[in-house]
């Protein structure tokens, strides 16, 4: 990639990064995309799943391929001490979406001037990180796909940052590469009494939290497959009032994950089957809400062969690694389970990056990952349509 040019991407990134928004609030980074693309002449539809932005690349006909970057930042307070730190309180690109934002946007530069016969969507995606607050509880690439935006796109491919691989390697898992990812909050309501008194008086929703923890520790160990990877965990805990009162609430949080979706929707069902046995058996009410419910990543390992040229010229034999899949949840999920997709892990360790991961107040990424991602993103597009046009 030119000198110029990477250093104009560096630029942009540098401004996401200082005025970071959370989902459905990209406001100014989808102005920012739309200006860079209005400046390449390369048309566009705005507002799309409330902030996203979709731009059309399309030279002849031929088939249609997805490149996708996410947008929203975290609401974390940055503890970087970078000299573009974020402007905004209690904001920050912990995770890396300022580069992906970037990356696509120097992806778009060099397609411009590519040569090939198709279509090439660039999706610029709001909310990743979760719904934040929307009405259906919807992540921006659910909304994308279910609004028909990938109806006729043969492929997708995605990238993402990662903060302790060095500069200049990729990663990819094949098959189920990124976790079933759920989030959930459990009420347990009961009734307030004189702890010492007259206990009998009360439903101790301290007790039936304790009884609700213990016995969901058993579904993972001997309701699914020694076999199949899963984690339950409770996260979070808090209830009562008072030394001598029984509490009459107990709010428990925490994750599931699962590389399998059978193996997920079985935790949750037996996970709702001692909620019902333990209202039954306290006479409490416990309110069960799976509030974030993401299905996994699945990498197509046709399509990951397709991309050969484009790893070996970006990156060389000996920096394209395959790993083991990972718990972390995604919403490129949604794509992938729509089209044949491929989704990596990018190299973006900076020197001065103390072992942090992604969504620490203190990460650091390498901006030099930025020509990398985008001439990949861009040959790998290329590369995918013209396969798909001699198949």
Known sequence: MEKQLTERLISIRRQIHTQPELGYQEINTSKLVRKELQA???????????TGVIATITKGTGPCIALRADMDAL??????????SSEINGKMHACGHDLHTTMLIGAATLLKEASFEGTIKLLFQPSEEGPNGDPESKTGARKIVEAGHLDDVRAALGLHVHPLMPVGRISYALGPALACTGFFTIEVLGKAAHAGAA???GIDAVLVAAQLVQSAQSIVSRHTSPTETAVLSFTKINGGVAPNVTADKVTIEGTIRSLNLDTYQIIIQRLQKIIDGLMTAFDAKIIFDLYYDLPGVINDKQVHSYLQNSLQQTFGENNVIETEAILAGEDFAYYSRKVPSMFYFLGAQ????????LHHPKVLFNEDCIPYG?????????????TYSQA
């Open 40 to 50: 390449l002449n390369i048309p566009f539809i705005q507002d799309v799943a409330g």
């Open 350 to 357: 900076h020197p001065a990056n103390d072992g942090y991961f």
């Open 374 to 386: 985008a001439s990949f993103l861009a040959n790998a597009a290329v590369d995918m349509i013209r």
């Open 199 to 201: 206990p009998q008086l």
């Open 75 to 84: 609401p974390i307070q940055e503890d970087t001490g970078l000299p573009f």
